[in-house]
């Protein structure tokens, strides 16, 4: 009965971690724009979610557990917990450095995962309200 109760917030819970995910790696894009050589990155935000759901999400979101050095940078381009499931994002706007983000590209998925981002939060903050409320009976 009670995993009845959670099942929707976990399901949020999940997406929520993705899309901060998916932020910070759209971030790094647009902080890298003037770095020579340097492939913007993203990732399927279903394809990730599927896996979250299907349990895969321990592997797939997991730190890497030891680590040579503690001072080594993760191998990971972005510094994440998604390193596996990363791709390159398609270059739209070739440039003379090799450089592949296109900052029109990246500030416009900024925007739209923060807007998805804010929606999953009132989501869960308004299903916890309308279980307490059930809880205590009003």
Same mark, same amino acid.
């Given at each position: 009965?009670?995993?009845?109760? %959670?099942? %929707?917030?976990?399901?949020?819970?999940?997406?929520?971690?993705?899309?901060?995910?998916?932020?910070?790696?759209?971030? +790094?894009?647009? @902080?890298?724009?003037?770095?020579?050589?340097?492939? @913007?990155?993203?990732?399927?935000?279903?394809? &990730?979610?599927? #896996? @979250?759901?299907? /349990?895969?999400? +321990?592997?797939?979101? &997991?730190? $890497? *557990?030891? &680590?040579?050095? $503690?001072?080594?940078?993760?191998?990971?381009? +972005? /510094?994440? *917990?998604?390193?596996? +499931?990363?791709?390159? @994002?398609?270059?739209? #706007?070739?440039?003379?450095?090799?450089?592949?983000?296109?900052?029109?590209?990246?500030?416009?998925?900024?925007?739209?995962? !923060?807007? =998805?981002?804010?929606? %999953?939060?009132?989501?869960?903050? /308004?299903? !916890? =309200?309308?279980?307490? !409320?059930?809880?205590? /009976?009003?």
């Amino acid at each position: 009965m009670f995993d009845k109760l %959670t099942g %929707t917030l976990d399901f949020h819970g999940k997406a929520l971690v993705l899309r901060a995910e998916r932020q910070r790696t759209i971030a +790094s894009n647009i @902080a890298n724009a003037d770095t020579p050589g340097y492939a @913007a990155r993203d990732f399927n935000f279903k394809d &990730a979610m599927n #896996q @979250a759901l299907e /349990g895969e999400s +321990s592997a797939a979101l &997991a730190q $890497p *557990s030891s &680590a040579p050095d $503690p001072r080594h940078l993760p191998l990971n381009a +972005s /510094g994440g *917990s998604l390193g596996s +499931s990363l791709g390159y @994002a398609p270059q739209t #706007q070739p440039a003379m450095d090799g450089n592949s983000v296109d900052l029109d590209r990246e500030r416009s998925n900024f925007v739209d995962n !923060s807007v =998805r981002y804010e929606s %999953t939060l009132r989501f869960i903050n /308004g299903y !916890s =309200r309308t279980i307490l !409320s059930a809880i205590s /009976g009003q």
